[in-house]
């Protein structure tokens, strides 16, 4: 289940697929970026971040791409389990500044 | 359980009441934002403390709209008039001194009637 460009807002992939989820940020003074999961009725749960100064950086499971030059942002979930269903979002932040500008979000369904 | 909580949880009012929410960040974070959530899309930002010092205000945070952190470490968000167009989940977030990292408590869902 992969999602080529622009950001969808859906993914359906099977269970134990890869899973990409792309986001496209609209700062390029932005210097700080965080994935984050959102279940249903629940807040934002942080899952990864990444600083501008990285193209990539790994996590359990997880992984951060970030292209600068496009300023784009990806997400990958490497054998993707039924709990990965959520909303995912990403978000930008610029140093100093108070707010994290959250993108409008994909959903991923993990497929039994 | 250390992280951000909030309350109520879920909050429904009739339009013309004034609403009160309380946040309680994670121990020693120094920062507090307050987002909303409207269904179907990403948190928007509203505004932000550090310690007591409401630092940043949203033009969404229109004038029916107040927060405080009196002592630093809690913060409510009141709603006066409410409206429907009020209706959402209001978010809190909190971020240690060193780091931009946000972290989200669980929200607290409002519905205006």
């Known amino acids: 289940g992969e999602n080529v460009g622009l950001h969808l807002p859906t993914l359906s992939v099977q269970e134990g697929d890869n899973s990409i989820i792309n986001c496209a940020y609209s700062?390029?003074?932005?210097?700080?970026f965080i994935w984050y999961k959102q279940e249903s009725g629940k807040g934002p749960q942080f899952i990864i971040d990444?600083?501008?100064?990285?193209d990539k950086r790994q996590g359990q499971r997880v992984t951060v791409l970030l292209n600068k030059t496009v300023k784009h942002l990806s997400l990958q979930i490497a054998a993707t389990q039924p709990g990965d269903s959520a909303v995912y979002f990403c978000?930008?932040?610029?140093?100093?500044?108070?707010?994290?500008?959250f993108g409008a979000g994909t959903r991923l369904t993990v497929k039994p | 359980d250390t992280g951000v909580s909030q309350d109520p949880r879920h909050k429904i009012t009739k339009r013309g009441q004034n609403v009160t929410f309380r946040c309680d960040p994670i121990?020693?974070?120094?920062?507090l934002y307050w987002y909303r959530q409207t269904l179907g899309q990403g948190p928007e930002f509203l505004t932000y403390?550090?310690?007591?010092?409401?630092?940043?205000k949203s033009r969404l945070l229109s004038d029916r709209f107040s927060a405080e952190r009196p002592k630093g470490s809690f913060s409510t968000l009141e709603i006066q008039r409410t409206e429907q167009g009020d209706s959402a989940m209001y978010l809190c977030?909190?971020?240690?001194?060193?780091?931009?990292?946000?972290?989200f408590g669980p929200g607290t869902r409002l519905t205006v009637l």
């Open positions: 990444i600083r501008s100064n990285m």
């Open positions: 700062n390029s003074a932005s210097d700080y």
């Open positions: 978000a930008e932040n610029i140093h100093l500044a108070g707010d994290m500008r």
């Open positions: 977030a909190s971020s240690p001194p060193s780091g931009q990292s946000q972290f």
């Open positions: 403390f550090q310690n007591e010092a409401q630092l940043e």
């Open positions: 121990s020693e974070h120094n920062r």
